[in-house]
């Protein structure tokens, strides 16, 4: 099998210019699951029995012992994952009262998932989904008068290992007009002026075979203005 390979196009190099951390140095986590985790007005939740929008935050207030806050997933900006592993993080504030015990239930996780309610502060709880992940639910019990808020929520699946590797190798090419570049965190200026760097015409060819290089990599036009283009190909095995 051939070694996993990602592109990108650098077309403004009027001034001091790197190549891209999200490309080289791939994220921990793939973009947020939850749509409207700052909860506003409810917009794309559904808050039921002990559960209610007050103050654009999601409260949980003792009366029949029950409640759920649901993200429906023809909500969810992402569904879910068969069993990928999961991050959840959220916000507490003004709990009072009696124990109120709540969970991610197994409609989006494998199996219901405590998170603690009790204790002001923000948390992260991490978790595998369900086989086939549905809405995502939070359930939320009670014996005695009792209230909790939660705010700020996030679910964010996790970059597994097999998926994050480190770039080994950037192959970059230059279009159109000259550049000039460093590799040791310098920066590179026009030849018309103080000329730091080392020049690539149109055509040439520069691989960069080190992480720390490819990080520390820089280019600016050699002519100001002159809408030079790099094309630079990752290399991840």
Known sequence: MSAPKSYEKLTTITTATALSPTVYNPAVYYPESLANGAIGTGTSWTLADDFAVVSTKAKYVHSSGAGTATQAVTDLTRTGKSGARYDFTYTVSSPTGATVTMVITSAFASEDTAIAVTTA?????????????????????SAATAQTILDDLSLLEIVEEVDHRQVKRAVITVDTAAINFCVDGSTPTVTSGTHQGHLLNVGDVLT????????LFRCINAVASNGAVVKVTYSFA
Request: net charge neutral; glycine share 10%; proline share 3%.
């Open 208 to 215: 960069l075979n080190d992480i720390t290089e490819i990080k």
């Open 121 to 141: 502060g923000t948390y992260t709880v991490r978790f595998t989904a369900a086989t086939t992940p549905g809405a995502f639910v939070l359930s939320g019990t």
